[in-house]
């Protein structure tokens, strides 16, 4: 077998080829046909649509060539094996293996870690099991009412977006059907402390738990977060405050040690903060939320998506052809964004967390080996659920002087079945009608002798679509645009598993408070906005 080789994108004789090619034109492609043959399954009942993309059979031939030349699918199995493929931090890049093995075991220093993933998703389990059963209690025997994660970044946008996804689906928990959570459910993110002291407004400290994440234990927004909460119970009379906490971190971390806590369950440095919502990061808060079952399914979700992506043909693998279609819009197209627009309520925080998750990974300009690249990589990423943003936005991304490739996500049935019937359609034929009619819209616009009424089309878009959002279908949809991001960081060969970026400010910061001012501008700023 051919040895794996690292070239950067302007290297391969393949993206030569397109950017010599001709440029295909939306307005000539798109037709009813087309909208069923360009369809790839992604797993659980969803399907990924590039029917609106400026793609014909010539590019997508060379899309293939690429993703061979690039070998993403033979790289992918490398991460999946335990190959140290962040470059950066010299680790391994195991969020994958929290949902199964697909490519036998991985070990590191004589520890199997699928087990150990398995063995701390049995152990939050049981906790969650002991909660919902009043065997674990709050302050003088109080049954658990109410939850509260503490977390930033990945320990927050993830499992928030997860949870906010789920609140109407019906679910079985000890026997009985029921819709929502089984226990009030709030986060805590932000230093500011005004984010801590809505979020626990109207809520009991007897009877409250917290689940602290930080793998490194040393997070300083969450450290805060914590020291404010732990004042919240003394104050609200619990006598063992940190006995209603539980920590999510490393084993190696300062919180790890303490055995103040109620409990830990562990993580470890080959997840990344933004790849740990089907971790404990995300598992512990779900299961409370919501039962073990149901964090289960989301893991069969993400797991069958996970499968699904070894496909070495584009068009049975729904994440390869998402991310090379992207690659071609960013490098050949020139489009700096993208918009994730999902026509879902369920997903409101989904934009916020492919933010972090693609923004936060190929937001970079040196690749793999430390080298500067020539080439765009990551789009900007933003979003807002439909309806919503039509009102909003989309003014310039319709008639706007900026071409901005967008995401559309939708299902054909809503998650709570309540609905009304008015002027002729109920509100989600509203719903789905408004999407049908955006795609069309913008891939084909419209001509009008009126200057401010022309719509030029030509803007493109995706769309992943299916009948409802379950947990599995959630679990999917999550792999699919972390699969997607990962092919688009290796084939720009990008190291998309590290986020110095966001280090430099932390320091500064801590240099503030520190009363360290090396720097007279930062002292002046900090004098200005009160930080001294």
Request: hydrophobic share 40%.
């Amino acid at each position: 077998m051919a040895e794996i080789n690292y070239r950067n994108l302007d290297e391969c004789a393949s993206f030569e080829a397109l950017a010599s090619m001709g440029r295909p034109e939306l307005h000539s492609l798109l037709s009813a046909g087309r909208v069923s043959a360009c369809e790839i399954p992604i797993t659980a009942g969803l399907s990924y649509n590039y029917a609106a993309k400026p793609v014909d059979e010539a590019v997508l031939g060379e899309l293939q060539k690429l993703a061979d030349e690039q070998q993403l699918i033979r790289k992918y199995r490398q991460i999946l094996s335990g190959a140290v493929m962040n470059t950066g931090e010299g680790r391994m890049v195991l969020h994958h293996l929290c949902r199964g093995e697909l490519a036998g075991p991985v070990t590191h220093e004589g520890k199997n870690l699928r087990d150990f993933y398995v063995e701390q998703q049995e152990r939050f389990s049981e906790f969650a099991h002991s909660v919902h059963s009043g065997s674990v209690t709050g302050h003088g025997g109080r049954q658990i009412e109410s939850i509260v994660q503490i977390g930033i970044g990945g320990s927050d946008l993830g499992p928030r977006a997860l949870y906010l996804a789920l609140l109407g689906h019906e679910h079985e928990h000890g026997g009985k059907r029921r819709r929502g959570p089984l226990l009030e459910t709030r986060f805590i993110s932000n230093v500011d402390p005004d984010d801590a002291t809505l979020a626990l407004r109207g809520l009991d400290p007897a009877s409250t738990l917290f689940v602290l994440v930080s793998k490194s234990g040393t997070t300083q927004e969450t450290l805060t977060n914590e020291a404010l909460a732990v004042e919240w119970l003394q104050a609200g009379g619990v006598t063992a405050p940190r006995k209603q906490i539980v920590a999510v971190t490393s084993e190696t971390s300062p919180l790890a040690k303490s055995s103040d806590y109620l409990d830990s369950f562990f993580i470890d440095d080959f997840i990344g903060g933004r790849y740990s919502s089907t971790s404990a990061v995300g598992g512990t808060l779900l299961s409370l939320a919501y039962g073990a079952e149901t964090f289960g399914e989301i893991l069969e979700g993400a797991r069958a998506a996970d499968r699904a992506a070894l496909e070495p043909s584009l068009d049975a693998n729904a994440a390869l052809a998402d991310a090379l279609i992207g690659v071609y819009e960013r490098n050949v197209l020139g489009f700096p964004a993208t918009a994730v627009l999902p026509y879902s309520q369920a997903l409101i925080r989904f934009p916020a967390h492919l933010q972090q998750l693609d923004m936060e990974s190929n937001g970079k300009q040196v690749n793999r080996d430390g080298k500067p690249i020539a080439y765009q990589t990551g789009p900007i990423i933003f979003g807002e659920p439909g309806t919503n943003g039509q009102h909003s936005f989309y003014q310039l991304l319709h008639q706007g002087t900026t071409i901005v490739p967008l995401q559309f996500v939708g299902f054909s049935e809503s998650q709570c079945d309540r609905d009304v019937v008015f002027e002729g359609s109920s509100s989600q034929q509203k719903l789905t009608a408004n999407l049908a009619a955006q795609i069309v819209a913008f891939s084909l616009g419209r001509q009008s002798d009126n200057p401010n009424k022309n719509f030029p089309g030509g803007r493109p878009s995706s769309v992943i679509c299916g009948d409802r959002l379950t947990p599995a279908a959630l679990g999917a949809l999550l792999a699919h645009f972390e699969n997607k991001v990962m092919f688009q960081g290796l084939a720009w060969n990008i190291n998309s598993f590290d986020q110095e970026g966001v280090q430099l400010g932390k320091v500064l910061a801590k240099d503030v408070l520190q009363g360290n001012f090396s720097d007279p501008v930062l002292e002046a700023y900090a004098k200005l906005l009160g930080a001294t």
